[in-house]
C-alpha cells in the first residue's frame, strides 16, 4: 500500500491509516508528524456509530451547555501529546463543534457541539477515521466528580504551600528576637497573624490526613495518618493554646510546612500512579455500550446494553462484542475468546451452543438468545472473581503496615513517657522537648523515602512503556526470583506466520503462497494474517468464505479452495492448512506462532539478572515443547489450566520465592493475582490489565528486565533513603529527649533530611532515562 | 514598629490574592492537562478565521 505524500512515497499497512495520513495532508494538519514522539496505531475498520446520536444515551452521558451539549468520552490508541493535538485541531474543523480539548495522559476527549447542527456521531466517524476509536465513559457524573477530585488535590497542594512560607516568614520574624527585646503586644501581633494564616494550612490542605487518621482510629490500626495528624494538630493546638495565654513559644511553621511537605510527596506518589491507571482504565470501562435487537417483526433496532433483557434477540455483526450471555440461534458461527480464555483463536460454535458476553463475532453475523444480562454474565462473575483476589494483600505488604503501626505506637508511647519524665524535670519545658520529639522523629523523610523514590521511577517506568497500576508492584518486582511466562500472547505473538509449505504436483511454493494470499486479502479471518505480508500479482474474483471450512474464490478461471484438507482436496483434516481446486490438493501449509523477535535476548537479560525463568502453557506439550527448544528454557509445563498454574506460583511461594507472572489472557487472572507481582501484556485481554500490577504498553519484551533493573535500583535508593532517614532519626531522637532540639531546629532538620531523600530519589529518573530505549 | 500594622496586612492581601489567583486557575482547568498545550505553540496556526469566532465562544463557554 504506497501513497506519495510531501513528494515522497510512503508505505501504509492498509487503506485505513493511508485515508487517515491523506486526510491529515489534505487538512494541512502535517505538524502533528513532526510534533509526535510515538508512532500511531493502526487504523482500525470503521465501528458502526450510528448509536451515538440516540437519546437515552445522550441524556445520560452529554450534559447541555450553552450553545449545545458536551461530553467525555474515552478514546484508545492516544499515545503521546500530538495525538490529543491533531484531535483537538482535526475536530474543531467539523462544522458545529465549538469546544474540543483532548488529554493523551487519560484518554480523554470533551466534546462540545451543537445537536441542530452537526450529529455527535458525524464527529465521531472523523475521530474513528484517524484511528481513535471512541468508547463511553463512565456517565457525565463520574467524569465530573474524577475532574474535582483532581483539582481539590491541587488546590490543597496550593494552600498549604502558599501559607507554610507565609506562616515561615512571620516565624521567621519571632525566631529572629535572639534577646527577646520585641514588646509583647508586637509579637503577639505576630503569633495571631500566624495563627489565622496556619488554620486554613491545617483543616483545609491537611484535611486528607485528619480524615485518614480518623479512619485509622475507627479501624484500631494506627499508621503513617495518625502520626502526621497527631502532630500536626498538636503543634497547632498547643500553638493555639500558647498564643490565647501568651506563652513562651509557638509551632505554626513546623505544622504548616509538616503538611505542605507530606501533601507534596502524596500528591506526586498518586499523580504517577493515576496516569498510569487511567491508561489501563479506559481500556478496562470499554465494554460493548450498544446492542442490536431484533424485534417480533423482524427490524432491527440499536439499544443500551442495558435494557437488554432475558428472552430478546441480539444481532451480533462481524466485529461486534456479544453484548450478554446467550445461546446461538441459526447455523453455526465463530467468535474469538481472547477476553475469556486468552485464546486468541477463534473457535466454532455449533447452533444452540452457549455464547458468553465479551466474545467477538468473526466471519458471519451472528443471532443469539439472551439468557444472561449484566452481571450475572460470565464475564462480571469472573471480574468479581478478580476483584476479590486483588482484595487479598500480600503477606509482605501486611509486615510492612504492621511494621508502621508498631512504630507509630511505640512512637506515641514513648513520648507520653518523654513528657512524664521532663514534668518531673522541668515542667516548663516538657511540652516543648515532646513536640520536638515528635516533629523530629515523625518520619517525614521515612515518609518520602518511599514514596519519593516510587513516585521517580513510576515516572521512568511509564517512558519506558510499562504502566505500574497497583502500590507495592516494584517492589515485589525488585525481588522477583523467579518468573513465570504464559505462552500465548505473551513469548509468541498472537499474528501467524506461515511455516513450512509442501507443494504437490510439480506446483512451486511461491506460486502456492501467492494464490493463498490472493484467497485471504480481503478476508477477515485471523489466518489471512498470516499471508497478509506475501506480495501478489494475482487477484481472486468471487471469493466466498465457507465457516468453518476455508475460503474458494476463482483465479484466472481456477476455482481454488483453501482451507481444510476435507474442503480443499478430499482428505481426511489434519488440522493443517490446505490449497487445492475441491478434488486433488496442490499445495500444504504449516502455520505457525511466530516467536516475538526480542522474546530470546529478554530471556538471556533475565537470566542474566538471576531470574528463573518456568513456562506454564495452557497449549499442547508439542508446541510448548518447541518453545523450550527455541529458547532452550529450563522448565516448561504443558496443558495447564489456570489452577494448575496457580498451584505451581503457589508451591514456588511455598518455597519462599518470590514469583512474577506474564500473562495475558483473562483466564490468567486469577493466577496475576496470586503471584507476587504479575505483569499483563498490552494488548491482551484489557480484565487482565485490571488484575495486574504492571502493563507492558509496547509489546516490546525486553522492557521486563529493563523494569527488573529499574526496580532493584529503586530499592537501592530506598534502602539509602532508609539509612540517612533510620541515621538521621537516631542521631536526633536522644538529642530531642534531651531537650536539645527546639521545634523549630527539629522542623528545619525534618526538612533538610526530606530534601535529601527527595533529591537522591530524583536521581532515578535521570539514570533511567538512558535505559528506557531500547 | 508601627509600619508592621500596614506592612503585614499588606502581605496577607497579597498571600490571600495569591491563593485567589491559584485557584482561579485550577478551576479554569489549567492544570488539567500539561503536555498538550505546550504543542499549540510549535506550529503556525492555519485555521481559518470563521473559525475565530468559535474560538471566542469557546473561551466563554469553558467554565467546568
Known amino acids: ?774 | 514598629m508601627i509600619i508592621l500594622l500596614m506592612l503585614v496586612p499588606l502581605s496577607l492581601m497579597l498571600l490571600a490574592f495569591a491563593i485567589g489567583a491559584f485557584i482561579w486557575a485550577v478551576r479554569r482547568g489549567q492544570f488539567d492537562d500539561m503536555d498538550t498545550p505546550a504543542l499549540d505553540i510549535l506550529s503556525d496556526d492555519t485555521s481559518p478565521p470563521a473559525q475565530q469566532g468559535t474560538r471566542d465562544r469557546q473561551a466563554s463557554v469553558h467554565v467546568d
Request: aromatic share 6%.
Open chain 1, 1 to 774: 500500500m504506497q501513497l506519495e505524500i510531501d513528494g515522497e512515497a510512503r508505505g501504509f499497512c492498509c487503506h485505513g491509516c493511508a485515508a487517515a495520513a491523506e486526510w491529515i495532508r489534505q487538512s494541512e494538519l502535517g505538524d502533528y508528524y513532526r510534533l509526535r514522539s510515538v508512532a500511531a496505531t493502526r487504523v482500525e475498520d470503521m465501528p458502526d456509530l450510528s448509536g451515538w446520536d440516540r437519546d437515552d444515551l445522550l441524556s445520560e452521558h452529554a450534559v447541555p451547555t450553552a450553545g449545545g451539549l458536551e461530553m467525555t468520552l474515552l478514546t484508545d490508541g492516544m499515545c503521546c501529546a500530538a495525538c490529543a493535538w491533531l484531535i483537538d485541531r482535526a475536530l474543531q474543523r467539523e462544522p458545529g463543534v465549538f469546544d474540543t480539548s483532548a488529554n493523551a495522559v487519560t484518554g480523554r476527549i470533551r466534546i462540545g457541539w451543537d445537536p441542530s447542527r452537526v450529529r455527535l456521531s458525524h464527529v465521531l466517524e472523523r475521530l474513528a477515521m484517524l484511528g481513535y476509536r471512541p468508547y463511553l465513559a463512565t456517565g457525565a457524573a463520574r467524569e465530573r466528580e474524577r475532574v474535582a477530585e483532581q483539582r481539590r488535590w491541587l488546590m490543597r497542594l496550593g494552600v498549604a504551600g502558599l501559607g507554610a512560607m507565609q506562616t515561615m516568614m512571620f516565624s521567621e520574624a519571632l525566631y529572629l528576637d535572639f534577646g527577646h527585646h520585641m514588646a509583647g503586644a508586637t509579637r503577639d501581633f505576630f503569633r495571631w497573624v500566624a495563627l489565622l494564616v496556619a488554620t486554613p494550612v491545617v483543616f483545609y490542605a491537611g484535611w486528607p490526613f485528619l480524615q485518614g487518621c480518623w479512619r485509622e482510629l475507627r479501624q484500631r490500626h494506627p499508621g503513617m495518618d495518625t502520626l502526621i495528624a497527631g502532630s500536626t494538630l498538636l503543634a497547632y493546638v498547643a500553638s493555639l493554646v500558647e498564643t490565647v495565654r501568651g506563652g513562651a513559644q509557638v509551632w505554626f511553621d513546623a505544622a504548616t510546612m509538616f503538611v505542605f511537605l507530606l501533601l507534596t510527596a502524596r500528591l506526586l506518589e498518586q499523580r504517577a500512579r493515576r496516569i498510569a491507571s487511567a491508561q489501563v482504565d479506559a481500556l478496562a470501562r470499554a465494554r460493548p455500550t450498544l446492542a442490536v435487537r431484533e424485534c417480533a417483526d423482524g427490524k432491527r433496532e440499536s439499544i443500551p446494553v442495558t435494557s437488554l433483557q432475558v428472552g430478546d434477540i441480539a444481532c451480533v455483526a462481524v466485529g461486534d462484542v456479544v453484548p450478554a450471555d446467550g445461546c446461538l440461534l441459526d447455523g453455526a458461527a465463530s467468535f474469538e475468546e481472547a477476553l475469556l480464555t486468552g485464546e486468541a483463536r477463534p473457535v466454532t460454535r455449533a447452533q444452540g451452543a452457549t455464547i458468553y458476553a465479551g466474545t467477538i463475532c468473526r466471519e458471519n453475523p451472528a443471532r443469539i438468545r439472551i439468557t444472561q444480562t449484566g452481571s450475572t454474565t460470565r464475564l462480571s462473575q469472573l471480574a468479581r472473581l478478580v476483584e476479590q483476589a486483588q482484595a487479598q494483600r500480600p503477606r509482605l505488604a501486611r509486615m510492612a503496615d504492621r511494621i508502621g503501626s508498631v512504630f507509630v505506637s511505640v512512637l506515641l508511647v514513648m513520648a507520653v513517657i518523654i513528657y512524664g519524665s521532663w514534668r518531673l524535670h522541668d515542667p516548663a519545658r516538657a511540652f516543648e522537648v515532646t513536640l520536638s520529639l515528635l516533629v523530629v522523629s515523625c518520619p517525614c523523610a521515612l515518609s518520602l523515602a518511599v514514596p519519593a523514590a516510587l513516585a521517580a521511577s513510576h515516572g521512568a517506568l511509564a517512558r519506558m512503556g510499562v504502566l505500574s497500576i497497583r502500590a507495592g508492584g516494584l517492589e515485589h518486582l525488585a525481588h522477583a526470583t523467579d518468573m513465570v511466562f504464559d505462552k500465548t500472547g505473551t513469548l509468541t505473538s498472537v499474528q501467524r506466520q506461515v511455516g513450512e509449505v509442501h507443494t504437490f504436483d510439480g506446483m512451486s511454493s511461491e506460486v502456492a503462497m501467492q494464490i493463498a494470499a490472493a484467497l485471504e486479502r480481503d478476508s477477515r479471518h485471523p489466518i489471512a494474517q498470516a499471508f497478509a505480508d506475501i506480495d501478489t500479482p494475482l487477484a481472486a474474483h468471487d471469493v466466498r468464505a465457507v465457516t468453518g471450512h476455508g475460503v474458494m474464490g476463482k483465479i484466472d478461471g481456477v476455482t481454488w479452495r483453501l482451507g481444510r484438507a476435507s474442503f480443499a482436496g478430499r482428505r481426511d483434516d489434519d488440522g493443517q492448512l490446505w490449497l487445492g481446486d475441491g478434488h486433488r490438493v496442490a499445495a500444504r501449509f504449516r502455520l505457525q506462532e511466530s516467536l516475538r523477535a526480542d522474546a530470546a535476548d529478554a530471556i538471556a537479560a533475565l537470566r542474566a539478572l538471576g531470574v528463573v525463568i518456568h513456562l506454564a502453557s495452557g497449549d499442547a506439550s508439542s508446541s510448548v515443547q518447541r518453545l523450550v527448544r527455541q529458547l532452550r528454557l529450563g522448565e516448561a509445563h504443558s496443558r495447564q489450566s489456570s489452577e494448575d498454574k496457580l498451584a505451581l506460583v503457589r508451591a514456588l511461594q511455598a518455597k519462599g520465592r518470590v514469583v512474577a507472572m506474564v500473562g495475558d489472557g483473562l483466564n490468567d487472572a486469577p493466577v496475576l493475582a496470586g503471584a507476587d507481582v504479575s505483569i499483563a501484556m498490552g494488548e491482551g485481554a484489557s480484565l487482565a490489565q485490571r488484575a495486574a500490577d504492571m502493563v507492558l504498553t509496547s509489546p516490546s519484551l525486553l522492557r521486563i528486565p529493563a523494569a527488573i533493573r529499574l526496580a532493584r535500583q529503586t530499592q537501592r535508593v530506598i534502602r539509602q533513603n532508609f539509612a540517612w532517614a533510620v541515621g538521621y532519626n537516631l542521631l536526633a531522637l536522644p538529642l530531642a529527649m534531651t531537650g536539645h532540639v527546639t521545634p523549630a531546629v527539629a522542623a528545619f532538620g525534618m526538612a533538610a533530611s526530606s530534601l535529601i531523600v527527595t533529591v537522591n530519589a530524583l536521581r532515578l529518573m535521570r539514570v533511567s532515562a538512558v535505559g528506557a530505549s531500547p
